[in-house]
């Protein structure tokens, strides 16, 4: 019995290390590699200290999960670098009240960011399985805000459109025309566009009223942008 105890009290102790250690980890990916290099978005800055982005990348890297760099999560897909993710959420200005879209929710992590600070996040997945795995870790997370759909992203979630910003996260051979379509009236995308397994160019999409600009923002890469047969 009283074994019990002390193996009972030290598994507690332990976890309780173990995850006061990822907090530790989270809280110097911001400093080192987020606020350093410039990001001062305040939600932005709260939504990455917040996400518990260990949850996020397969168990077995979790130790690896706030180093400088994407990591890998299966089925041939990457989780991006956290530096990355703060860029793209700064960049489309995300705040109360928004509706958002993102393209490829991969690990779901990027869309637990945006949730965050937003109202609600449509995000949709075209491998089945990594969708339905982000679908159920978002739940148990409590993202109640969050839609994940699976499908080709190509053609965007018409249904909820217009959105306040849309954010790609696959590297696509051109702007999907659809989803300059669903962007709102000053709304932002931020999206990879070149060719698979090349440098990309991450660029901002802008529309006002009729106007559509593009800003070439720095170069990236990405996994490739998929297409249903
Ligand atoms: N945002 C993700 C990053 C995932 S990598 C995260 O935070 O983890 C990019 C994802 O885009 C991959 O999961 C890939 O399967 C998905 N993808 C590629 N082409 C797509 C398309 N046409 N529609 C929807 N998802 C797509």
Known sequence: MKLAIILLVLSVLSQEAYSQNFERMRENMVRQQI?????DHQATLRAMRNVERHLFVPRAQQRRAYDDGPQPIGYGQTISQPYIVAY???LVNPGPGHKVLEIGAGSGYQAAVLAEIVEKVYTIEIIPELGNQAKILLENLEYDNVEVIIGDGYFGH?????YDAIVVTAAAEYIPP????????GGKMIIPVGSPFLVQTLMLVEK????????????????????KE
Not at 158 to 162: L, M, N, T, V
Not at 178 to 185: E, F, I, R, S
């Open 35 to 39: 606020q350093n290099r410039g990001i």
């Open 88 to 90: 793209m959420t700064q």
């Open 158 to 162: 018409e249904s909820e459109a217009p």
């Open 178 to 185: 659809p989803l300059v379509a669903q962007l709102k009236d």
């Open 208 to 227: 006002q009223g009729d106007r559509i600009t593009t800003k070439n923002l720095m170069p990236v890469r990405f996994v490739p942008f998929t297409r």
